[in-house]
C-alpha cells in the first residue's frame, strides 16, 4: 500500500516553462487537494476535488490547473513558471470522515 | 469564512520541559473538526489528530495532550517531558465538511518547536 505518491520530489524550472506535478493514491479516496507551502505562511489550497471529473478552486489557484480523469491520480499543472511559484507541494487525500493523508512533497524551484 | 490562528511563531525549550502550543480558530459551522500535523525537518506532515466539534473531550496519547475548549475556540496541544525528537514544526488545522478535507483544510501559519538537549 504505497499511500499518497507524489512526483517529481525536487524539479527546478526555468521562467516560464511549464510542467506537471503526479500525485496518485491507492486508497480509493474521493476527495484529493493540493497544497503549497511558502514559510511563515502554513499551507494553502491550490485546488481540491470531490470525486472524478469534479474539480474546484482554493484559496491560491491562480497559475494552476488540474483535472481528475480518475479517482486515482489528480495531476497539477504549472502553465508557465513564475519564480513565485517557488514553493514545497502537497497532495493530500481522504474518504468522508477518515484521516487526511499528505504526500510527501515535491519541492519546486523556478528560476 | 473560516480561519486558525497559531500566535507562536517559535517556541524554545530545554528537554524534559512541558510545552503548550496554541491554536485558536474563526468559524461560523456549528459542526467541524480540528487537526494537529507535525512537520519534522525532514518535511512530511504527520498526522497527530483529529476531534469534532461535538466531542469537548481532552485527549491524552502518550506525552501529547490536547486540550478542546468551545467557549474559547482553541484546541491547545500540550507535550509533557518534552524530549529533542519532538523538534519540528506544528500545524493546527480546521475543515467544516466532514473532517475528510472534502473542500481542503485551513491550515494554522505553524509554530517552530525547538527542543534544546
Known amino acids: 500500500n504505497a499511500g499518497v505518491t507524489q512526483t517529481p520530489k525536487f524539479q527546478v524550472l526555468k521562467t516560464g516553462q511549464s510542467m506537471t506535478l503526479q500525485c496518485a493514491q491507492d486508497m480509493n479516496h474521493e476527495y484529493m487537494s493540493w497544497y503549497r507551502q511558502d514559510p511563515g505562511m502554513g499551507l494553502r489550497l491550490i485546488h481540491y476535488?470531490?470525486?472524478?471529473?469534479?474539480?474546484d478552486q482554493g484559496e491560491v489557484p491562480n497559475g494552476y490547473n488540474v483535472s481528475r480523469s480518475t479517482t486515482e491520480d489528480f495531476p497539477l499543472r504549472l502553465l508557465s513558471a513564475a519564480p513565485s511559484q517557488t514553493s514545497v507541494y502537497f497532495c493530500?487525500?481522504?474518504?468522508?470522515?477518515?484521516?487526511?493523508?499528505f504526500g510527501e512533497g515535491s519541492w519546486l524551484t523556478v528560476v | 469564512a473560516q480561519k486558525v490562528t497559531q500566535a507562536q511563531t517559535e517556541i524554545s525549550v530545554v528537554e524534559k520541559e512541558d510545552v503548550t502550543l496554541d491554536c485558536v480558530y474563526e468559524t461560523r459551522d456549528t459542526t467541524y473538526y480540528l487537526f494537529w500535523y507535525k512537520q519534522p525537518p525532514s518535511g512530511e506532515l504527520v498526522f497527530l489528530i483529529r476531534r469534532n466539534s461535538f466531542d469537548e473531550q481532552n485527549e491524552i496519547s502518550g506525552r501529547y495532550s490536547w486540550n478542546f475548549q468551545k467557549s474559547t475556540s482553541s484546541f491547545n496541544f500540550t507535550i509533557t517531558a518534552s524530549q529533542v525528537v519532538d523538534s519540528a514544526v506544528y500545524f493546527c488545522a480546521l475543515d467544516w465538511y466532514s473532517g475528510g478535507g472534502a473542500d481542503g483544510l485551513t491550515f494554522g501559519k505553524g509554530t517552530h518547536l525547538i527542543i534544546q538537549p
Open positions: 493530500a487525500s481522504s474518504s468522508p470522515g477518515n484521516t487526511i493523508y
Open positions: 476535488s470531490v470525486g472524478a471529473g469534479i474539480t
